[in-house]
């Protein structure tokens, strides 16, 4: 056993790229655990996108790390030493202990024996738990539908792309290297595979891999990637917004809308077009007309007379002209 604890800690908010200094590794004297408490030496610690963005002090779905903290990161550990008779010397465990060799606990998940440590971290950790959830509760996959997944090579991208094998879709991954794409498609099954890196036109990429347009996208990417998956959607289609590993350096805010609050905050955005209601018309009459006759609910209009000032009247609706509903009155009504 080492006598001292390395960890690193965070010294400063990255601006831009992870930079060296941002954080620091640091020795202190091995934690002593407290009377029902366990020391654990850390085996494996996760790695992931996500702590970019838990350095930063950016609107998130947990605190960001405070200065002169432990980095915070997922570890699967072993028991050192136990007060706590729960738990023996050579126990293996989750825990989420950061960026460090050892730390003290309460307790811990212990692992169920059969598969190799790793396994735990990642396809049976919340990597894989991201892409099982995501895909099947969000994504709803239906056999013959197309799922298209960015950062497929990584660590959800591969299990989204494989889990949706499974369902009965056509998978088409998105990866960085022309060696990531030959072994998403020999080794884990996907039917195609686009390296970003390389392809000149992703629209036209994705549209010949997904001719009958993409009905899932599992978004692991953001930013180019996305913009050209949103140019192929099939009717219908869902957008699974997992993640957007293209934007956790960015300085400054990418053009055009944010879409990091739609994730932080589980947000929906879902096309609508009224047409696909007019046999639910009845419906929606039989409840607004009382509430509009009992004035629960109030409408203005912005009555333009004469068919000859249509056009000048269309213009108000770009100008702000007109308030409520907007009508040509073209003759007097009946008396
Ligand atoms: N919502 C959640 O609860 C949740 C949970 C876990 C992960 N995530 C998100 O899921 C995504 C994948 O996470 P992971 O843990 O599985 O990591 P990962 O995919 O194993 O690693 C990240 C990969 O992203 C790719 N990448 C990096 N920069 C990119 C860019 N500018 N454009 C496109 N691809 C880029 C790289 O592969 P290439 O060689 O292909 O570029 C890299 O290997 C991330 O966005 C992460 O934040 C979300």
Not at 296 to 324: H, P, Q, R, W
Request: glycine residues 12%.
């Amino acid at each position: 056993m080492r006598n001292s604890n390395r960890q690193w800690i965070l010294k400063r908010r990255p601006v831009g790229d992870i930079k060296p200094g941002d954080l620091e590794l640091v020795e202190q004297p091995i934690p002593v655990p407290g009377p029902g408490q366990i020391l654990v030496r850390t085996l494996y610690l996760s790695l992931d996108p996500t702590n970019r963005i838990w350095m930063s002090d950016m609107e998130q779905y947990m605190p960001p790390v405070n200065l002169g903290e432990v980095m915070r990161g997922g570890t699967l550990s072993v028991v050192v030493q136990s007060n706590n008779d729960g738990f023996q010397p050579g126990d293996v465990m989750n825990t989420f202990t950061g960026w460090q060799e050892y730390a003290v606990v309460d307790g811990g998940q212990k692992l169920p024996p059969g598969l190799p440590l790793p396994a735990y971290m990642s396809v049976l950790g919340a990597t894989g738990a991201t892409a099982y959830f995501g895909l099947l509760d969000l994504g709803k996959p239906k056999e013959g539908e197309t799922v298209v997944v960015s950062a497929a090579a990584g660590a959800v991208g591969q299990i989204v792309g494989q889990i949706a094998k499974i369902k009965g879709c056509r998978v088409v991954g998105i990866a960085g290297s022309d060696a990531k794409c030959k072994h998403l498609v020999a080794d884990l099954g996907f039917d195609a595979a686009i390296n970003y890196k390389t392809t000149k036109d992703m629209r036209a990429a994705l549209k010949r891999e997904c001719p009958n347009g993409i009905d899932i996208d599992f978004e692991n990417a953001g930013g180019e990637i996305l913009a050209a998956v949103l140019d192929n959607l099939a009717m219908k289609a869902r957008i699974v917004l997992c993640g957007m590993i293209s934007q956790y350096n960015a300085q400054t805010p990418p053009p055009g809308p944010s879409l990091t609050n739609v994730l932080m905050k589980r947000a929906r955005i879902e096309g609508f077009i009224i047409i696909d209601y007019l046999p639910r018309f009845g419906e929606f009459f039989a409840e607004m007309a009382p509430w509009v006759m009992q004035g629960k609910i109030k409408y203005d209009t912005t009555i333009v007379k004469g068919i000859e000032n249509s056009l000048t009247a269309l213009d108000m609706l770009f100008t702000g002209g007109n308030t409520g509903k907007l009508l040509i009155q073209m003759s007097e009504e009946p008396g």
